[in-house]
């Protein structure tokens, strides 16, 4: 299968993830920084394919073929994330740019044999849910940051593996998977936030906050 094709896919699988079944073109083409005519042209390819279905202005929903391919992409991903990360060494903002390339290349016995040494892990090192193999999904509860309350103290359960200096931001600042968390105030002119990290203070942007999940402590 082509590079392309599965990473469309994939990309279909994060946005549903995100926010629901039905995806806008316009979302799709953002994620993916591709102009949207061409990822209109691709996905009467995907369509044809039986891998989406699509009509022009109402969005486009992976078939349970697409998701299964789109799927066993990011549980590839993250398979090999968590390697990269326990097994060789890797820091957690290093691992996305490498499991980017090995996704597409490695076999499906490679990656259940890391799977296996790893323990069957649940959670990759940004705390993404790995999907098992049938497709299924550890459950996780958690909210963004941003929509915490002033005074209440979190556990940070999962952060967007997007950007590698964003990473390397917050692992600087203390803001790591399990790290506890106060707020100690919500600013409400730009919504960014003051939290406490273990002894430190520290500002953080609404842009942040959004990108960084929670649960509850207590
Ligand atoms: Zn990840």
């Known amino acids: 299968m082509e590079v392309s094709t599965e990473d469309y896919l994939k990309a279909l699988f994060h946005l549903q ?3 629901g079944p039905s995806v ?7 994620k993916l920084h591709i102009s949207p005519s061409a990822v209109t042209d691709m996905l009467k390819k995907l369509a044809a394919k039986k891998y989406v279905t699509y009509a022009p202005y109402r969005g486009v929903t992976l078939t349970k073929e697409g998701r299964a391919i789109g799927c066993n992409i990011v549980r590839r ?3 090999l994330e968590l390697y990269l990360h326990q097994k060789l060494g890797y820091s957690w903002d290093q691992v996305h740019a490498e499991a980017e390339q090995l996704e597409h290349a490695a076999s499906d016995d490679l990656i259940q044999k890391m799977e296996a040494a790893l323990g069957f892990p649940h959670f990759d090192p940004h705390g993404d849910p790995i999907p098992r193999i049938d497709g299924t999904l550890p459950v996780q509860s958690a909210l963004r940051l941003s929509e915490g309350q002033k005074g209440r103290d979190y556990v940070v359960m999962r952060v967007s593996d997007l950007d590698a200096q964003f990473l390397h931001h917050l692992s600087g600042v203390g803001v790591v998977l399990q790290a506890k968390i106060q707020i ?5 002119f730009d919504r960014s936030l003051i939290i406490s990290v273990g002894e430190q203070t520290h500002a953080i942007s609404y842009f942040t906050a959004k990108h960084i999940w929670v649960a509850p402590e207590g």
């Open 17 to 19: 993830e995100e926010s």
């Open 24 to 30: 806008k073109t316009n979302a799709l083409s953002e």
């Open 77 to 79: 991903h993250r398979i």
């Open 184 to 188: 100690k105030e919500i600013l409400s």
